[in-house]
C-alpha cells in the first residue's frame, strides 16, 4: 500500500519540511534542500532594505519546491492576513503558515487570532497551514475554519528541546482528522522520529538544521529520522510489557 | 450526515477475511498499546482477541479504575406502561401479544417513587412502549414533574422523538436518554420489527444525534445481543458510540449491552452470546474508548454481574422490576423481559463492597 | 514628486509605473511583491500602474524564515 500524504491537493512523497531562517550563509541552502529531500520549504516575506545586499530566497529554492511562505511578524489576524495577500502576489502559490505572534518573551502562537486568521484566508482560496499551541479545541475551530493541517509546536521556537507537548499532539493526532505536523522545538532527528512514531504526518525542521555544525548532513539524518519513524508508525509500534501477573485471574469466573 | 453513512462504510466489509488476518501478536500489540482505532478494536472483537482474555482484561480493570475510580454507580428502571403500537418479535409488549396493558395514574407514579426512593436509589431511569395515543410526551413530562421530587436524575428510555421534544423534556429536567438501535443490521432490523412506527430504521438510528444536539446529559446506546451476529453488530455500536462522542464532546457517553432474556412470544435468539463473548466486548469497549460508561442491567445473574464488577462496566442497575407499577400494585402487569439478578438494593450494595467497591447512588444533580 | 517607500522618501520623475521603478532600483520584478497604497499591487498590473505624487510604495522580498 502506498504512504501518501495529501495537502492542499499535492501529493509529497516527503514528510520533512524544513525553514529557511538562522543559516549562516544562504548559498549552502540549495545542497540542504537537496540532502533533505524537502519538498515543502518555509521562507518569511520582509521589506526590502535597499541600504544591504541581502539576497532573495527564492534564488536559492529550487523552482519544484512548493513555497509556503510564513506570515511571521504578524501580531494579530488582520496582519496575518495582509501578509498572506502579499505572498500570493508573488506568484509563488497559495501555500501559507499562519505564524500570529504577539507574545514576545517565549514566542508562543496566539490561537485565537490564529483561528480568525485561518478561517478569512481559507475562504480567499489558500491553502492555509497554522502554527499553533496544540491545545484541542483550537485544533478543532482550526479544522471548521478550512485548515489543510494543523501544526502544533513541539517546544517553543527555536528552543531545540524536542517533542515536550507530546501527549497534547498525540491527542490531536487522535481526534483531529487532518494531516498534523509538529512544527517548532525539534532539536534533533531522533525527536523527528519520535513524532512520527505516534502518527505525526509530517514534521517542519529549522533552527536545529540551520545551526549544526554541518547543515546539509544534519538535513539529510533528519529525512532518515523522519523514515524511520514513519516506517514505525506504520508498521504498529509494539510496546513494553507493562503488566505485571495478577496474581489470580480477573477472568477465571468464564 | 448521521451514523448511517459510518454504518455503510462497513455494511459490506468482508469481516470473514479480515479476522482469517488477525495474528496473536496483532491482538497483543494492540492490547499493550495506548489508544485503539476503530480496526484494532474489531481486531480485539475478533475469535483471535477471544484467546486473550485475560491481558485485555488486566487492561481493561486497569483503564476503569484510573477513569472511573473503585466506584459502581447504580439506578433502577420504572416502567411507566406498556401499552405499544410496534410488533418487535423479541419483546413482551409487542402490540400482537394478549398480555394485560397498563399505564401508571400519576399518583401510582409517586408511589413507586417513594418506594424506590426509599431504597436510597436516586437516579431513575423510566420507561415506556411505543404509544403516542397512550403515554403522548405530555404525560411522560407530567411523571417527570413528579419523579423530579424523589430523584436527583431522571433518564428516559422511551420511544424515539424529534430535536424539539427532546429539547422540552430537557428542560422540564430530564438529563439523560437511553435508546438502543436492537440490532445495526439493517435487513435483519426489518425482518424483526414488523409493525409501528419502530420500522423506520433511520429514525430510530438518529435518535441519540438528535439527543445530542438538543443538549442532553448523557446519552447511552445498545444493541439487544443475540439478534444478529454478535461481534458485528458489538463493532457497529461501538462506532456508533465513537461516532457521537466525537461529535458530541460535550455529551457523556454510555452503552449497554443486553442480552436476550426469557420474554412472552415465540421468538428464538438468532445466535446466544455466550457469557465469554460478553466480557470480551465489555472489556473491548473498554480498550476502544477509555472513558466510556457501561452498563450492566439485573438480565444479567448476579454471580456474573458479581464477577463484573472492577473489569469495566460502571453502571448497574438495582432491585429492578420491568412490570409496569412493579414496585407499589399489587396487581401485575406481564415484564418486559425476565429479570435474572432478582437481589434487591441492600444486598447489591452489599456485594459491591465486597468486591472492594463503592456503591453510588447520586453522581450529579440538577440545578 | 516623491514616494513613501519602505518608509523612506525618495524622489522620483513624473509618470514613472510601478514596473520602471523596479527596474531602476535594480531589483529582479519576478522576485519581488509590491503592496501600493496599503494594497497587493497584482504584477500584471505594474506596466500601466502610474505612480503619483506622495503614493505610498512597499517592496517585499523574501528571505529566510522557518
Known amino acids: 500500500m502506498k504512504d501518501k500524504l495529501v495537502i492542499g491537493g499535492r501529493e509529497l512523497k516527503n514528510r520533512l519540511f524544513i525553514g529557511t531562517g538562522k543559516f549562516s550563509n544562504n548559498r549552502i541552502i540549495p545542497d540542504v534542500i537537496k540532502k533533505s529531500g524537502a519538498e515543502v520549504i518555509t521562507v518569511a516575506l520582509r521589506r526590502i532594505d535597499f541600504g544591504s545586499a541581502e539576497e532573495n530566497m527564492l534564488n536559492y529554492i529550487p523552482e519544484d519546491c512548493i513555497l509556503m511562505p510564513n506570515t511571521s511578524g504578524a501580531r494579530n489576524a488582520d496582519e496575518a492576513v495582509r501578509i498572506a495577500k502579499l505572498a500570493r502576489a508573488s506568484g509563488c502559490g497559495n501555500w501559507i503558515k499562519i505564524e500570529v505572534i504577539s507574545d514576545n518573551k517565549y514566542l508562543l502562537p496566539d490561537n485565537f487570532e490564529t483561528v480568525k486568521a485561518t478561517e478569512i484566508l481559507a475562504k480567499d482560496g489558500f491553502v492555509v497551514l497554522p502554527y499553533m499551541s496544540p491545545d484541542l479545541m483550537a485544533a478543532k475551530r482550526i479544522k471548521e475554519a478550512g485548515a489543510a493541517a494543523v501544526m502544533p509546536l513541539g517546544a517553543p521556537i527555536g528552543t531545540n528541546k524536542g517533542l515536550k507537548t507530546k501527549e497534547l499532539v498525540k491527542i490531536i493526532v487522535d481526534e483531529i482528522s487532518l494531516p498534523v505536523i509538529v512544527d517548532a522545538g525539534l532539536g534533533k532527528p531522533s525527536e523527528a522520529a519520535e513524532c512520527m512514531e505516534i502518527g505525526v504526518a509530517a514534521v517542519l525542521v529549522n533552527t536545529a538544521i540551520a545551526t549544526a555544525g554541518n547543515p546539509a548532513v544534519m538535513a539529510e539524518a533528519f529525512k532518515l529520522a523522519v523514515k524511520a519513524g514513519r516506517k514505525a508508525y506504520l508498521s504498529g509500534c509494539g510496546t513494553t510489557n507493562e503488566f505485571a501477573n495478577a496474581s489470580s485471574p480477573l477472568t477465571g469466573f468464564l | ?367 | ?66
Open chain 3, 1 to 66: 514628486m516623491y514616494l513613501i517607500l519602505n518608509g523612506s522618501k525618495k524622489e522620483i520623475a513624473e509618470k514613472t509605473t510601478i514596473k520602471e521603478l523596479l527596474l531602476q532600483m535594480g531589483l529582479e520584478p519576478e522576485k519581488v511583491v509590491v503592496e501600493h497604497n496599503y494594497n497587493v499591487a497584482a504584477k500584471e498590473y505594474w506596466d500601466n500602474t502610474v505612480l503619483k505624487d506622495k503614493d505610498k510604495l512597499e517592496i517585499l522580498k523574501f528571505v529566510g524564515g522557518g
Open chain 2, 1 to 367: 450526515m448521521g451514523f448511517y453513512e459510518k454504518y455503510l462504510q462497513f455494511r459490506d466489509f468482508d469481516f470473514e477475511s479480515f479476522f482469517k488476518k488477525v495474528t496473536d501478536n496483532d491482538v497483543l500489540r494492540i492490547i499493550q498499546k495506548d489508544g485503539v482505532n476503530e480496526m484494532e478494536f474489531l481486531a480485539l472483537l475478533s475469535p483471535k482477541g477471544e484467546k486473550y482474555l485475560e491481558p485485555m482484561a488486566e487492561k481493561s480493570q486497569r483503564l476503569t479504575l484510573q477513569h472511573f475510580g473503585k466506584i459502581i454507580f447504580l439506578y433502577t428502571p420504572m416502567y411507566l406502561a406498556n401499552y405499544c403500537a410496534n410488533q418487535c418479535v423479541y419483546c413482551s409488549f409487542n402490540v400482537e401479544n394478549r398480555i394485560s396493558r397498563k399505564k401508571l395514574t400519576l399518583g401510582e407514579v409517586e408511589k413507586e417513587a417513594g418506594i424506590i426512593a426509599g431504597e436510597g436509589i436516586r437516579h431513575i431511569l423510566i420507561l415506556t412502549g411505543e404509544s403516542r395515543k397512550h403515554t403522548p410526551v405530555s404525560y411522560i413530562k407530567s411523571c417527570i414533574e413528579i419523579l423530579k421530587k424523589y430523584f436527583h436524575s431522571v433518564t428516559i428510555e422511551i420511544y424515539p422523538l424529534d430535536r424539539d421534544e427532546y429539547k422540552e423534556l430537557i428542560d422540564s429536567g430530564v438529563d439523560g436518554l437511553t435508546i438502543y438501535q436492537e440490532v445495526y443490521n439493517e435487513k435483519t432490523y426489518k425482518a424483526l420489527h414488523l409493525k409501528g412506527p419502530k420500522k423506520d430504521y433511520g429514525y430510530r438510528m438518529d435518535a441519540p444525534e438528535r439527543a445530542c444536539m438538543s443538549g442532553m446529559r448523557s446519552v447511552n446506546i445498545g444493541t439487544l445481543l443475540g439478534l444478529d451476529n454478535f461481534i458485528k453488530e458489538s463493532f457497529f455500536m461501538g462506532l456508533h458510540a465513537q461516532y457521537l462522542q466525537n461529535k458530541y464532546p460535550g455529551t457523556e457517553m454510555s452503552i449497554s449491552l443486553p442480552r436476550l432474556r426469557p420474554h412472552v412470544g415465540v421468538f428464538e435468539p438468532e445466535c446466544r452470546v455466550s457469557d465469554k463473548s460478553l466480557v470480551q466486548l465489555i472489556i473491548a469497549m473498554r480498550l476502544f474508548m477509555p472513558r466510556l460508561g457501561i452498563t450492566l442491567s439485573t438480565r444479567e445473574n448476579a454471580v456474573f454481574r458479581d464477577n463484573l464488577i472492577g473489569l469495566g462496566i460502571t453502571k448497574m442497575s438495582a432491585g429492578s422490576k420491568t412490570e409496569v407499577g412493579g414496585y407499589a400494585l399489587k396487581e401485575r402487569t406481564e415484564g418486559q423481559f425476565d429479570i435474572s439478578d432478582t437481589r434487591n438494593v441492600e444486598k447489591i450494595k452489599a456485594a459491591i463492597y465486597k468486591k472492594g467497591y463503592q456503591p453510588v447512588f447520586k453522581d450529579w444533580q440538577n440545578i
